[in-house]
């Protein structure tokens, strides 16, 4: 069973647990996941109301944007531990020898590129769910405007958390122009989509004040 067929309740208590996984990139991909479930429930409370006519095919557009990008999210949850376990599997190398110490250092650099995937394709995707989710600012049932902001909330702290994960794997990587690529387009992502959450969140308090 992967980790998002579990019970929230599951979930929470495996997050809670002394296992190592899930933790923050499960949890973030999870909060990503809720965040454009948002977007994805005021879509669904426009789309084919006479009132908002004028923008319906923008909502069902973003309708199933949303969906797709949820579904992404709740995998990346299972990518994230896939991930890890391909750590956990360097730990347990021996090291007893300097041939084993020099596997282990060669294999935990081929691990923390697998596990850099999971969290930078995570924030890509909170970019584009929050350039989705802006699209329908001012042009959605208005009865549920403060979900939006919620949702632009929620990529935001899961766009951030990922970039924990990124740079805390940036840490372990040796080659130094593979680290400053990722770093420059981590640090590129991460601006860009605080900057759209933040625009986001000001309008909807602007709008439900």
């Given at each position: 069973?992967?980790?998002?067929?579990l019970?929230?309740?599951e979930?929470?208590?495996?997050?809670?647990?002394?296992?190592?996984?899930?933790?923050?990139?499960?949890?973030?991909?999870?909060?990503?996941?809720?965040?454009?479930?948002?977007?994805?429930?005021?879509t669904?409370?426009?789309?084919?109301?006479?009132?908002?006519?004028?923008?319906?095919?923008?909502?069902?557009r973003?309708?199933?944007?949303a969906?797709?990008?949820?579904?992404?999210?709740?995998?990346?949850?299972?990518?994230?531990?896939?991930a890890f376990?391909?750590?956990?599997?360097v730990?347990?190398?021996?090291?007893?020898?300097?041939?084993?110490?020099?596997?282990?250092?060669?294999a935990?650099?081929?691990?923390?590129?697998?596990?850099?995937?999971?969290?930078?394709?995570?924030?890509?995707l909170?970019?584009?769910?929050?350039?989705?989710?802006?699209?329908?600012?001012?042009?959605?049932?208005?009865?549920?405007?403060?979900d939006?902001?919620?949702?632009?909330?929620?990529?935001?702290?899961?766009?951030?958390?990922?970039?924990?994960?990124?740079?805390?794997?940036?840490?372990?990587?040796?080659?130094?122009?593979?680290?400053?690529?990722?770093?420059?387009?981590?640090?590129?992502l991460?601006?860009?989509?605080?900057?759209?959450?933040?625009r986001?969140?000001?309008?909807?308090?602007?709008?439900?004040?």
């Amino acid at each position: 069973m992967t980790y998002y067929d579990l019970s929230v309740k599951e979930f929470v208590e495996k997050l809670g647990s002394g296992d190592p996984t899930p933790g923050g990139g499960g949890s973030s991909a999870l909060n990503a996941a809720l965040g454009i479930a948002l977007t994805k429930m005021v879509t669904e409370f426009t789309v084919g109301k006479k009132r908002y006519a004028e923008h319906n095919e923008l909502n069902e557009r973003v309708l199933k944007e949303a969906e797709d990008l949820m579904n992404k999210f709740l995998q990346g949850i299972e990518d994230d531990r896939q991930a890890f376990d391909e750590v956990g599997k360097v730990y347990a190398m021996p090291r007893g020898t300097e041939e084993e110490k020099e596997a282990r250092r060669v294999a935990m650099q081929e691990a923390t590129l697998v596990a850099l995937k999971p969290p930078f394709d995570l924030m890509e995707l909170c970019v584009e769910a929050l350039k989705v989710t802006e699209e329908i600012v001012g042009k959605s049932n208005p009865n549920v405007a403060s979900d939006v902001g919620v949702a632009a909330v929620q990529l935001k702290g899961a766009l951030q958390s990922s970039w924990v994960s990124v740079v805390v794997n940036l840490g372990i990587l040796k080659d130094e122009d593979l680290k400053a690529k990722y770093q420059e387009r981590g640090e590129a992502l991460l601006a860009e989509g605080s900057e759209i959450a933040d625009r986001v969140y000001e309008a909807i308090i602007e709008q439900v004040k």
